[in-house]
């Protein structure tokens, strides 16, 4: 499936924390949409090879981009209503917490298989197979047989 | 009435239930009580019913609105039925309106409550204008913004069947009473005869007579009966099942199928007891018996009974049973069973040997207190012998308990069952020396400390200190060294005979038992009790209950009660139908992305993900294959707490979002600096409410707002309280740990800490805290209000001079 308008756009500034181009053996461009990510972490539990991964921090800047109709954006208009600055910068979660995390993408694990893709439930993330020869061969990483979903 | 999603989606099909009609239209009858003149001092109630009656409220103002004449005109409202529309009492508290109403609230009158009085008027001063504008603010957000109406679930277990695992004592004992209160009762075990760990024991304490006997009926002689002969077992409710296990659960709370395994019986009801299977069998039991088909003493029902895991099947038993009651050809037979409620009663059993091998377990000479009482009816023989089996003997207490590394608890028995043991050996062998080695010995209760002073008095010898090993000589002695602290002295001690007082752990059976019915283990491995104080035969699986040592050790005397006490747990649940007032959440399936958030909070596993239907709406960029999340109304106890971790706001609880923010809005207003309080309707608004009914003061600024459980509380909520200007927060809950829904309270920690955070980063500073209350801490209310609003102002003058002193970054 190819990208989104909007996951091509991502994808051109791969930023590398979140997004990044596989270097498995199923080549394949990983995108993640930040905005429309709830945290919940189906992602992480359905990847094979741990290349998804919840981060004990948060971005409150993630809250500022997700759309304003969701629990994230409403939040987010709350707290802009009471904004003296800008918020200042990730901070570490309470441990029980699990919808506030960020989600961390290593390229270097990922096998391309798209198992986080059906995984996830809103459609943050988003993923195209790229030949295998675009691929960077050096930073490739053998993947387990029977890994990819 | 909204429908939940689960219904709608069929997955979850809920309950008989009986649904109140939702009162007409919007009309709404503000009845405003004066409290007999107890506010004007501080209320202008002119003002009160002239702000309050504008718009679509009738005002019905009264000096007491709890007095004679008042309640003929409840009376007629109450017969209004529905078109006195929503009734509201300007009053007190709901609790105190409650008691005081309680005739016509038991004949169904329906009446929200605003407390203006002991969460207003009475906690205030003089100032006339602000306490009138904050009960007037009370009194609107309770009529403009109401929460969903509670919806009536009569829930109905549909099975009166009853399932007890487990016929030890406790189990036993269960079982008969509730056969006896008209249920019918299956009782599972696992062994070939009831009875248990007491049937194995002899005698025990604090009777000192033999352990399996039960209550005997009114239709019995005497007052206690052994269970061969107690009829109270016959009883045609209750059908017993042997060497039965429970293999699988399936179905809802109320309505429970297990499939249950039952290995044959193989030796039928014609049995006469004659003894000449058990001469013909060739093949050795097990743990020592010489026949694989033998009699079990204690209980008398099952005559002889076969061990499988040892029998041949040569069938030289069935050719010489002169009554054919012998028959070895059934297999294992798997039959399904419906009940409304079943009952943990798996025991306990004691520690394995490994705890204590560093006290010399598995070598000859070293035993356990268990092993002993097993031995002591042999060894009578012996005492009439004039032999006694050692000169020596010494006891070690808490082996292996209490101790980090091993079992960390006290399993409570050990001491009595010890002195027990060493009283009887004393009585046995006169010339025996025993001696017991303890930390301490736990013989609570005048009745237990008798007994540890007849030990003394039969010439038992304590000795104060713990032995940390016991060594074996060359001769295969045991060498004890002990620091006798009472003494103190080291001491060496070489006993004839070491018995260690090993601790009690749960049987493996239970584990497994309670895996399948979804209840909850503790932190020891025992069967976890809902509640530690008030609800202890009752498990956190709803209509799953538990008695005797199962929830933890138990001697055969508190088994007894315990089982008793669970039968009418279990009576009450399948009678009185449950739980009543449940308001249910509801999803969205519109904005519900099914992340699982809420799955994984709820602590009564009342949420699931279900397959969304071709028709149900769904959010714009969820896929068209993804699962919605569903309540199940009857597992649902509307703490809130899924609502509050919604990531996408897609949970509406019965005080839903919209109602909440405005009731904070309605109340933080009018102050300059409110501190604003979340209550708990349960331990927290106790308290509060005593407080006020004491007339402790407090400031005027303080704004409760009552919520179900803190657990509904989100980040949402506290940032909106920032906005209004809060000077700070305070969450009352109930104390820690004692949260009636489980997980309210750390959910609320949480949010609090998130909030925190989220409002810091954007410059504001609002101290957030969470109390934690019960009633008796309402002598001390209006004194700690006091304090968290004075230190709130230092902060907050701390925070502005920090500010004035670096304005960069200010917008």
């Known amino acids: 499936m190819p990208l989104s308008a909007r996951g091509r756009q991502v994808a051109d500034g791969l930023r590398g924390v979140t997004s990044g181009v596989s270097a498995g053996v199923l080549g394949c461009e990983v995108v993640r949409h930040d905005e429309l990510c709830v945290g919940c972490g189906r992602c992480v539990a359905a990847c094979p090879t741990g290349a998804m991964r919840q981060d004990d921090w948060f971005d409150p800047a993630q809250l500022f981009s997700a759309p304003v109709e969701s629990g994230r954006g409403a939040l987010a208009v709350a707290l802009r209503r009471i904004a003296r600055h800008e918020p200042s910068g990730p901070f570490r979660v309470p441990e029980r917490i699990l919808t506030f995390r960020g989600i961390l993408f290593s390229a270097d694990l990922c096998a391309g298989c798209g198992a986080c893709v059906r995984a996830c439930p809103t459609g943050a993330v988003e993923a195209c197979s790229v030949p295998v020869a675009d691929v960077d061969g050096a930073s490739r990483t053998p993947v387990p047989a029977g890994a990819c979903a | ?811």
């Not at chain 2, 269960?174 to 075990?189: D, F, K, S, Y």
């Not at chain 2, 904005?591 to 071709?614: H, S």
């Not at chain 2, 207003?669 to 007339?695: D, I, K, M, W, Y």
């Not at chain 2, 954007?762 to 805290?769: A, D, L």
Request: some cysteine.
């Open chain 2, 1 to 811: 009435m909204r429908v939940t999603a689960a219904c709608e989606a069929g997955a979850i099909p809920p309950r008989d239930r009986t649904e109140e009609a939702a009162p007409a239209g919007d009309a709404v009858r503000a009845l405003l009580c004066e409290c007999a003149g107890t506010m004007a001092g501080n209320i202008d109630f002119d003002v009160l019913e002239q702000e309050l009656s504008r718009g679509a409220v009738t005002v019905e103002r009264r000096a007491m609105w709890c007095g004679r004449e008042a309640k003929g005109r409840l009376v007629e409202l109450l017969d209004l039925g529905d078109a006195a529309g929503r009734v509201l009492l300007v009053g007190c508290s709901s609790d105190f309106a409650a008691r005081r109403l309680q005739g016509l609230t038991d004949r169904g009158l329906h009446l929200e409550a605003a407390d203006i009085r002991e969460g207003c008027s009475w906690v205030h001063g003089d100032a006339r204008d602000t306490v009138t504008d904050k009960a007037l603010r009370i009194a609107q957000a309770a009529i403009r913004f109401p929460a969903r109406r509670q919806r009536r679930v009569a829930l109905r277990p549909s099975a009166d069947r009853v399932a007890v695992v487990g016929a030890g004592v406790a189990g036993t004992q269960a079982a008969v009473e509730l056969a006896r209160m008209g249920h019918p009762v299956e009782l599972l075990e696992r062994r070939p005869f009831i009875g248990g760990r007491a049937t194995a024991i002899g005698a025990v304490f604090p009777t000192g007579d033999c352990g399996p006997c039960l209550p005997a009926t009114a239709a019995q002689s005497g007052v206690r009966k052994c269970l061969y002969r107690n009829v109270a077992v016959d009883h045609p409710n209750l059908r017993i099942r042997r060497r039965t296990t429970v293999q699988s659960v399936t179905g809802r709370a109320g309505d429970l199928t297990l499939q249950v395994r039952s290995l044959p019986e193989m030796v039928g009801s014609a049995c006469i007891d004659c003894g000449l299977c058990e001469a013909a069998c060739p093949v050795p039991g097990p743990g020592g018996r010489a026949t694989a088909i033998a009699g079990e003493v204690y209980d008398g029902r099952v005559l002889r009974s076969i061990d499988l895991d040892s029998c041949t099947f040569c069938g030289a038993c069935a050719e010489v049973c002169p009554v054919d009651a012998i028959d070895l050809t059934p297999e294992a037979a798997l039959e399904e069973l419906h009940v409304g409620a079943v009952v943990i009663a798996t025991g306990c059993e004691p520690a394995p040997g490994n705890l204590v091998s560093h006290l010399g377990y598995g070598r000859p000479h070293v035993m356990t207190q268990v092993e002993l009482a097993e031995k002591l009816d042999s060894w009578r023989e012996l005492s009439w012998l004039g032999r006694a089996p050692a000169r020596h003997l010494v006891m070690i207490q808490c082996a292996g308990s209490r101790d980090e590394r091993r079992l960390p608890y006290c399993s409570r028995l050990c001491c009595m069952i010890a002195i027990k043991h060493a009283i009887r050996l004393r009585e046995l062998f006169r010339e025996m020396r025993v001696t017991i080695c303890f930390q301490e010995l736990r013989t609570p209760g005048a009745r237990d400390e008798t007994w540890y002073l007849a030990a003394r008095r039969a010439g038992v010898e304590f000795v104060r200190g713990s032995p940390a090993t016991v060594q074996i000589d060359g001769d295969g002695r045991p060498v004890i060294d002990v620091e006798d602290i009472g003494a103190a002295e080291l001491r060496r001690l070489r006993p004839d005979l070491v018995v260690l007082s090993t601790g009690l752990v749960p049987t493996e059976e239970s584990a497994a038992v309670a895996r399948l019915l979804g209840a909850p283990l503790d932190g020891d491995g025992f069967v976890a009790q809902l509640d530690a104080k008030n609800r202890t035969t009752e498990t956190r699986a709803d209509g799953v209950f538990v008695c005797g040592s199962a929830s933890g050790p138990k001697t055969v005397a508190e088994s007894i009660t315990d089982a008793a006490a669970a039968a009418a747990r279990v009576h009450d649940y399948l009678t009185a139908g449950g739980r009543q007032d449940v308001c249910p959440v509801t999803v969205d399936a519109a904005r519900c992305v099914g992340c699982a958030a809420c799955v994984g909070v709820c602590p009564f596993g009342a949420l699931a993900l279900v397959d969304r239907t071709a028709v149900s709406p769904r959010p714009a960029n969820v896929l068209p294959d993804a699962q919605v999340a569903a309540v199940a109304v009857d597992a649902c106890r509307a703490c809130g707490i899924c609502a509050a971790s919604c990531p996408e706001l897609a949970i509406t609880h019965a005080l839903d979002d919209d109602t909440l923010l405005s009731r904070l809005r309605m109340l933080a207003g009018g102050v300059e600096g409110p501190v604003v309080g979340f209550t708990c309707a349960e331990c927290a608004t106790a308290t509060f409410n005593l407080s006020g009914q004491r007339r402790d003061r407090y400031p005027e600024r303080v704004r409760l707002i009552e919520l179900p459980c803190l657990g509904r509380i989100s980040a949402l909520h506290l940032v909106e309280a920032a906005r209004l200007g809060a000077a700070g927060v305070f969450l009352a809950g109930c104390v820690e740990g004692r949260c009636h829904y489980q997980r309210g309270d750390s959910s609320a920690a949480e949010q609090v800490a998130l909030a925190t955070e989220l409002v810091t980063q954007m410059g504001r500073t609002m101290p957030i805290e969470q109390w934690h209350l019960c009633a008796v801490d309402h002598t001390g209310i209006g004194h700690r209000l006091q304090d968290f609003c004075d230190r709130v102002d230092e902060t907050q003058a701390a925070a502005g001079r920090k500010r004035e002193l670096s304005p960069v970054g200010e917008r």
